[in-house]
């Protein structure tokens, strides 16, 4: 049946020792509940959640529109239906530092496997958009010591990003990355790198995990998870990668039937309903319902 037969605690583990391996984690963003099942089935060991894509979703731009209790009940949705560990984008904590401290426990209370917080302002805006504001230091600090202050699983992994490269430049950026892990961070995402040669100074220069956002149509190049690998990389992100496949497709597909009046040519590009049926597990829903419902009333009764 389609849910998890892991738990929490046990993911997070697993998240934890993957990430301590030494070999670059893969890590595709779901676009739903549906597209982690998929994720898993492709192979993959771990999935995230975008805030951009979980905005989008709701018809909303990433500029901080969401609340942190959106955000868990789609989590927890997602949870359900897969055994991977998921990380998911918890923007500036959604508020102050107490208000991080509560998505903290609401992230973990979703099932998920880590969570990331960020060094804008809030509300922020996409990290790769021009104009972004940076809190101080000293402010962000706050924001991860009560994060820690308040996880209750210390499995649950706590990473901080930070969005001050394209505001201060590299050299901040990394100073900012090592008071957040003094802070209490358990690894860190450095947005918006401009080239190779800056991925490797972070790495040189900061001694936790390491998150390398290759989002399309962003500030950075896209490197292959080889060159990742290579550079001393642990996770390579696709954050909106599968979103904007979908939406592409979709738009696509709304293109052909207004042009030619019906779906047939596009059937060939379609998921089929054997294959729809096979990924949400109709069988074994039909065989668990059997194995409940299927008796007989003896005589008389």
């Not at 963003?29 to 192979?43: D, E, F, M, T």
């Not at 789609?74 to 102050?96: C, H, S, Y």
């Not at 790495?203 to 290579?230: H, S």
């Not at 293109?255 to 596009?266: K, P, V, Y």
């Amino acid at each position: 049946m389609l849910h998890t037969r892991t738990t929490p605690a046990e993911r997070r583990r697993a998240f934890r020792e993957r990430l301590g391996s030494g070999r670059l984690l893969v890590m595709p963003g779901a676009v739903n509940p549906y597209s982690a099942r998929l994720i898993q089935q492709a192979g993959f060991e771990a999935a995230y959640l975008s805030g951009a894509v979980l905005a989008a979703d709701l018809g909303l731009p990433d500029i901080g529109l969401t609340t942190s209790t959106e955000i868990a009940a789609r989590a927890q949705q997602t949870t359900r239906a897969t055994d991977l560990p998921v990380l998911i984008d918890a923007d500036t904590g959604f508020g102050e530092p107490m208000n991080a401290a509560r998505t903290v426990q609401l992230m973990e209370d979703a099932g998920l496997a880590g969570l990331h917080l960020e060094d804008q302002v809030n509300p922020k805006r996409c990290g790769h958009l021009d104009g972004k504001s940076v809190v101080s230091r000293e402010e962000m600090g706050r924001r991860i010591r009560a994060a820690v202050d308040a996880r209750r699983d210390p499995d649950f992994l706590l990473m901080a990003r930070t969005d001050a490269r394209a505001v201060e430049g590299l050299p901040a950026a990394i100073d900012r990355a090592k008071a957040y892990v003094d802070a209490g961070a358990d690894a860190v995402f450095p947005e918006a790198l401009a080239d190779e040669a800056e991925f490797a100074a972070f790495r040189a220069a900061v001694d936790v995990p390491l998150l390398a956002n290759m989002t399309e149509f962003g500030k950075g190049p896209l490197l292959d998870a080889r060159t990742l690998e290579d550079l001393g990389y642990d996770i390579a992100l696709y954050p909106v990668t599968l979103f904007r496949l979908a939406m592409g497709a979709v738009e696509d597909g709304l293109r052909t039937i207004a042009t030619e009046g019906t779906q047939e040519s596009l059937l060939p590009r379609m998921q089929t309903r054997s294959r729809l049926y096979e990924v949400l597990g109709y069988e074994e829903y039909a065989a668990f319902d059997s194995s409940v419902s299927d008796f007989t009333l003896p005589p008389g009764t």
